[in-house]
């Protein structure tokens, strides 16, 4: 089982970034994905999640309505766009897998002038 995210970087206040999340071992569209973030000196908090068709999500207070998560499993992928992004996004963002109990290496957003 392997969750490789990508497409972190640095983006200044205002901008977007959007995560990907390439998952390989495990039958993707059988399962609910999630993104979590873990931002220096916070606990990991939960960002966003989906149903393994797509129709569901849900969000964090704090990200509702700037943040998006998808997902296409045809391509085995799960996707965060993040619009808005606001300093207080800046943190380390993973992708995991409840059930299958697997984390991604995570991929660093830093938001700043």
């Known amino acids: 089982v392997q969750l490789v995210e990508s497409g972190g970087g640095l983006v200044q206040p205002g901008g977007s970034l959007r995560l990907s999340c390439a998952a390989s071992?495990?039958?993707?569209?059988?399962?609910?994905m999630t993104w979590y973030r873990r931002a220096p000196g916070k606990e990991r908090e939960l960002v966003a999640r989906?149903?393994?068709?797509?129709?569901?999500?849900n969000y964090a207070d704090s990200v509702r309505g700037r943040f998006t998560i998808s997902r296409d499993n045809a391509k085995n992928t799960v996707y965060l766009q993040m619009n808005s992004l606001k300093p207080e996004d800046t943190a380390v963002y993973y992708c995991y897998s409840p059930r299958i109990g697997a984390w991604g290496q995570g991929t660093l957003v830093t938001v700043s002038s």
């Open positions: 071992g495990f039958i993707f569209s059988s399962y609910v």
């Open positions: 989906i149903g393994s068709a797509g129709g569901s999500t």
